[in-house]
């Protein structure tokens, strides 16, 4: 699954609210933290165990997920997965680095993929997103910059790798952007939480799903906290 949207929309905290519901009462969840710590203010709202990334190599985030998989982890957020294409370490440098650098760095960015969608555990990433541009000439010659929208910091088409696509709005609302069922494509689901996951559980398990659109089910607010988490960092083990 991916979730994602401009700083704000509430990419993390629903990431985490939607995992903890995919592991279940008893499983374990893991976040690969590529914000500086960020996710540490919902430790007090959620139980997770956290692994800090430094450099953002498709090597570093491939290595960080398998070892979750490994000590048993039953749902990984990876917050972000733009990091591993604009940060340190990233596809974008790998490719500007050496001479005919996308020979490396497309390979790369698929081995990340491949270990995303091999893994054995629920992964949910969060996506950056910002406002793309084109720079065109007019009928004179002047140059134009021309507004396309928002578009999603990672490689073009990333949205066709996951089954799930959720765009978040400053409202901390959802839209679906891509599902395997046709009747909520496109709908607008209000602050999705635990029981927009378990109608996803259902569905995985049954064939079947009960979600409502966000203008027919009221669901709890989003809770903001401004109290200290009660870890700072917990290694995942």
């Known amino acids: ?34 914000e500086h710590g960020r996710s540490e203010l919902y430790s007090n709202l959620f139980d997770f165990d956290v692994a800090k990334l430094n450099v953002f190599s498709p090597g570093a985030y491939i290595d960080a997920l398998n070892q979750a998989a490994r000590a048993g ?20 440098e790998i490719a500007n680095g050496v001479f005919a650098g996308w020979k490396k760095a497309t390979p790369e960015q698929n081995r990340l993929i491949e270990a995303l969608l091999s893994s054995p555990v629920h992964i949910i990433s969060t996506c950056r997103m910002k406002t793309g541009y084109t720079v065109d000439r007019d009928a004179t010659g002047k140059q134009v910059v021309t507004k396309l929208g928002l578009e999603v910091v990672q490689r073009d088409g990333i949205e066709y790798e996951f089954d799930w696509v959720f765009e978040m709005n400053l409202d901390h609302d959802a839209k679906v952007i891509k599902t395997p069922l046709p009747d909520i494509d496109g709908m607008t689901f209000k602050r999705p939480g635990k029981d927009f996951a378990e109608g996803i559980l259902r569905f995985l398990s049954e064939g079947i799903t009960t979600t409502e659109p966000a203008d027919e089910t009221p669901t709890p607010e989003l809770v903001a906290t401004t109290t200290a988490p009660k870890t700072t960092e917990r290694k995942i083990q």
Do not use: N
Not at 12 to 20: C, G
Not at 73 to 92: F, Q, R, T
């Open 1 to 34: 699954m991916q979730i994602q949207g401009v700083s704000g929309s509430g990419k993390t905290y629903t990431a985490l609210a939607l995992a903890k519901t995919f592991a279940g009462e008893k499983g374990k969840v893991a976040l690969i933290d590529t």
């Open 73 to 92: 982890y039953k749902a990984v957020v990876i917050d972000s997965l733009s990091h591993a294409w604009i940060g340190p370490g990233g596809v974008l």
